[in-house]
Nanobody, 122 residues
Framework: QVQLVESGGGLVQAGGSLRLSCAAS????????MGWFRQAPGKEREFVAA???????TYADSVKGRFTVSRDNTKNTVYLQMNSLKPDDTAVYYC????????????????WGQGTQVTVSS
């Protein structure tokens, strides 16, 4: 069992930056791939980024070059550094965990956090 708690959301102006954190509890965090998803009002949840146990990463096209996913296995934490934020990035951001392998689909992930709100003003 893995419990996930996101933090770091907030209100930021367009062009600004935020860093989200996701703290995991449970054993063997280093064996899990961690994903970030987001859901904007009235839209379906979508993939943002993921990092696997070896540090391999994948990103949605919409955030490539602006967002960076990283992890610190000593702290059982995964991060999402978001730069050059746009109003379209406004959403609730969720972290998720699955065993070992990268994934970009919701159904591939077994554990989810409660989400943190990110609002980007124009």
């Amino acid at each position: 069992q893995v419990q996930l708690v996101e933090s770091g959301g907030g209100l930021v102006q367009a062009g600004g930056s935020l860093r989200l954190s996701c703290a995991a509890s449970g054993r063997a965090f280093s064996n899990y791939a961690m994903g970030w998803f987001r859901q904007a009002p009235g839209k379906e949840r979508e993939f943002v980024a993921a990092i696997n146990w070896r540090g391999s990463k994948t990103y949605a096209d919409s955030v490539k070059g602006r967002f960076t996913v990283s992890r610190d296995n000593t702290k059982n934490t995964v991060y999402l550094q978001m730069n050059s934020l746009k109003p379209d990035d406004t959403a609730v951001y969720y972290c998720a965990a699955r065993y070992l392998h990268l994934g970009a689909e919701e159904e591939e992930y077994d554990y989810w956090g409660q989400g943190t709100q990110v609002t980007v003003s124009s």
